[in-house]
């Protein structure tokens, strides 16, 4: 099956952005590791990075249409203020996984926040970068097996 790694504003700096936060893996080479393991699965994993709530919302419908049967997504600072990309999931109706590498209860109170939580399938955050495999492992389990 094709799965979308959706990455929201900033992640295109991950390795160097804040690493005491968001640790010392680069986004390539976290998407890189996602799409070995997807493929030894036998599924197909795809990625997308924008700063732009507007093409990530473009890339959820795009999904509706490309037959994305999954979605792991980092909406990053838009999990806390966005309602578009709340209402493109709901609109898609791709079943998707919210996860943090930071543990966003542990921070601030606006973080505390999401707009996507209740409609996800589940929510994963705190492990760093292991927060994508472990919603990566989650989304394979959910799959029919090597279904590309
Ligand atoms: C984040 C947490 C968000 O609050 C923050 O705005 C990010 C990254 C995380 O992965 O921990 O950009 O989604």
Known sequence: AKILVLHGPNLNLLG???????????????????????????????????????????????????GT?????????????????????????????ELHLSNVFAREPFRHQSYLSDIALGLICGFGADSYRLALDAALQRLPAGSV
């Open 69 to 97: 049967a999954m979605i792991l997504c980092n909406a990053g600072a838009f999990t806390h203020t966005s309602i578009a990309l709340r209402d493109a999931f709901a609109a898609a109706a791709i079943p998707f996984i």
């Open 16 to 66: 160097a952005r804040e690493p005491h936060i968001y640790g010392h893996e680069t986004l390539a080479e976290i998407n890189q590791q996602l799409a070995e393991r997807a493929r030894a699965a036998g599924h197909e994993l795809l990625w997308f990075q924008s700063n732009a709530e507007h093409e990530l919302v473009g890339r959820i419908h795009q999904g509706r249409d490309d």
